[in-house]
């Protein structure tokens, strides 16, 4: 199995915000977390990430069990992810911003960067090239060496998709790339998401406008109150009695 | 690649002046203001390495600064160890000190460091101030020597104390410099920009941190032993808040997290004190205020206000081309369309 969380549970004191949620990734596939406001969508990527540890439950990635690993370790693994609000170093430029994206791929210390060794030079050449690669990929290449806070919110989740890209990974985690975007720039990003997955990359997207689920998801998983309410393809996942209950009781979802 | 060039052309011009400021500057009195501003320069490069470009106020500095000149001073004046060797190893003491610190310090984020390196900080001027039989307290520290000679090479003269200062903090910068513009670097940026981010991108945090930390520890270590073997003589006070005051001030006013912030800062700072000393202590009437204004509206300081100033012009710039190349776009399309319609009637 690709990735397999079982019985993963997270409390934050009496919260219960992951609770008990055994689920899957398949391969190759777009696999949907959707759920309302406060599901717990959230927190499940920060557990998979590795930015919180769970208070019960195992994660194993490739049949290796990484439910202690720290997140930067997952990371060399093949975990990468965006966050709902990008976090990036709005005043520098998008080339600037994508470059420590491969870092992890490159092992040159304090003193190679003091002394400027052989080592040095070509992991600074190697990072510079696969940003350029993944800028082109994710269709920035025109605007790679603007100000990322001049730009507009689709291109800063571009970045930030691209960001992910240069840790060369096998399985991406977007939390709600399409939220503040207009309706026309979403379908781009849909396109940009399939993209990725017909270049053999691995899914996890957790994202609150349905269209664009029912559209490109293979598998959707519903959250509520931090448990699993749900599973299956978008067709089961839309005519579910529970899905549409919480959803209705919940807080309002566009 | 021409913004390359510029730049060396200012480097070159700015190393000149460094170089002639002796032959130029005559007073005995300027060339010994601006030796001691070259040794807080080399101090906030050091704060300026963590803070600025790493993210973490180290209120610890001064702490730092006076650990590198006490331990100078004892080896050299108590244990009657040669100068070199004294100077090497008070850096290198004081940056083991610092590691330690680290580890432990580095737990805590944000505000809860500030104020733990705050209480380190203290603590180490408590020491200081309190353990007479080691450094003199009160009192203070008499009877460091110079720098002693390397071979041909004598630092007896004032002129010569300028220049082997000059060269120390040309290393610094130059390290900085190549730091700041590598992988490294970029490493740490990344962190100060968000350690959430970094942590996913794969990049250790703690290790990264420890590095940046320990190294900037060094750096300011070193100005502690350079000001020792310049002022030779010590007391507690350098330890004091009040020096960790003056090279925050010295960042914040120069530009925290850019390379000429801290040169700028300084020259500016001590310039404009020493202009104000008929004020005496009321000087931090007028300083103190000034520098909440500053923070308030001009928070990336001198150079960072420059740096930025550049950046929004580019941008204007590139947003009048983008501009005229669409008019000039339009204007071909409406050409070509109306020799269509020359063309069709
Ligand atoms: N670090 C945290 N500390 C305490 N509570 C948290 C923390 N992170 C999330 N929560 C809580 O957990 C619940 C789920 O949050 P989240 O995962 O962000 O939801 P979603 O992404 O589905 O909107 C919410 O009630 C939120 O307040
Ligand atoms: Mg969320």
């Known amino acids: 199995m690709f990735l397999h969380v079982e019985r993963l549970t997270k409390r934050f004191g009496g919260l219960l915000a992951v609770n008990d949620v055994t689920f899957s990734v398949e391969q190759g596939k777009i696999n949907a977390i959707i759920g309302p406001n406060g599901a717990g969508k959230s927190t499940f990527f920060n557990l998979i990430s590795g930015l919180y540890r769970p208070t019960s439950g195992t994660i194993t990635f490739k049949g290796r069990d990484i439910t202690r690993l720290p997140a930067n370790e997952r990371a060399k693994l093949g975990i990468a992810r965006t966050f709902q609000t990008t976090h990036l170093f709005e005043q520098a430029t998008v080339i600037d911003n994508v470059i420590i994206g491969h870092r992890l791929r490159t092992s040159s210390n304090l003193f190679d960067a003091i002394l400027r060794t052989k080592r040095h030079r070509r992991e600074e050449q190697a990072c510079k090239e696969k940003a350029m690669e993944v800028l082109e990929f994710v269709g920035l290449t025109g605007v790679a060496d603007r100000i990322v806070a001049n730009l507009s919110q689709e291109q800063k989740k571009r970045v930030a998709f691209a960001l992910a890209l240069a840790t060369d990974p096998e399985l991406v985690l977007l939390d709600e790339p399409a939220a503040g975007i207009n309706p026309d720039e979403t379908e781009g990003l849909e396109e940009l998401i399939v993209k990725m997955v017909k270049g053999g990359l691995t899914v996890c997207l957790i994202e609150h406008k349905m269209s664009m689920i029912m559209k490109i998801a293979d598998r959707i998983m519903v959250l509520n109150y931090g448990e699993k309410i749900a599973e299956g393809t978008p067709e089961e996942v839309r005519n579910n009695e529970a899905v549409i209950q919480a959803y209705l009781g919940g807080s309002a979802i566009a | ?345």
């Open chain 2, 1 to 345: 690649m021409a913004i390359f060039e510029k730049r060396r052309l200012w480097l070159a011009v700015l190393a000149a002046l460094a170089l002639a400021f002796p032959l130029l500057v005559t007073n005995g009195y300027y060339l010994h203001m601006m030796t001691i501003s070259f040794i807080w320069m080399i101090a906030v490069y050091g704060l300026n390495l963590f803070a600025g470009y790493t993210g973490y106020l180290s209120l610890a500095h001064a702490g730092f600064f006076a650990i590198g000149a006490y331990t100078l001073g004892i080896l050299t004046v108590k244990a009657g160890v040669p100068f070199w060797l004294a100077f090497v190893s008070a850096c290198l003491l004081t940056t083991l000190i610092g590691a330690l610190v680290g580890l432990v310090a580095l737990r805590t984020k944000e505000h809860f460091f500030a104020i733990y390196t705050l209480c380190v900080g203290y603590i180490i001027y408590l020491v200081i101030d309190k353990w007479d039989g080691l450094t003199g307290g009160v009192r203070g520290f008499i009877g460091i020597p110079a720098p002693a000679d390397i071979g041909p090479l004598s630092f007896q003269t004032p002129v010569a104390q300028y220049y082997l200062l000059l060269f120390f903090l040309a290393a610094v910068v130059f390290i900085m410099y190549r730091l700041v513009y590598s992988l490294t670097g970029r490493t740490y940026i990344a962190i100060r920009n968000s350690e959430e981010l970094a942590l996913t991108l794969g990049i250790s945090t703690m290790k990264n941190k420890l590095a940046s930390f320990v190294l900037s520890v060094f750096f300011t270590s070193l100005a502690g032993a350079l000001y020792a073997s310049f002022i030779r003589f010590l007391g507690p006070d350098i330890a004091y808040v009040s020096v960790m005051f003056d090279f925050l001030t010295y960042l914040l006013v120069g530009g925290i997290g850019t390379l000429a912030g801290p040169v700028v800062g300084t020259l500016l700072v001590t310039f404009l004190s020493q202009q104000l000393q008929f004020l005496q202590d009321y000087r931090m009437l007028i300083f103190g205020p000034v520098l909440t204004l500053l923070i308030i509206f001009y928070p990336h300081g001198i150079a960072g206000g420059f740096i930025r100033f550049k950046a929004k012009r580019e941008e204007a710039r590139r947003l009048k081309l983008e501009a005229n190349r669409t008019v000039a776009e339009l204007a071909a399309s409406r050409q070509g369309r109306s020799e269509r319609h020359v063309k069709e009637g």
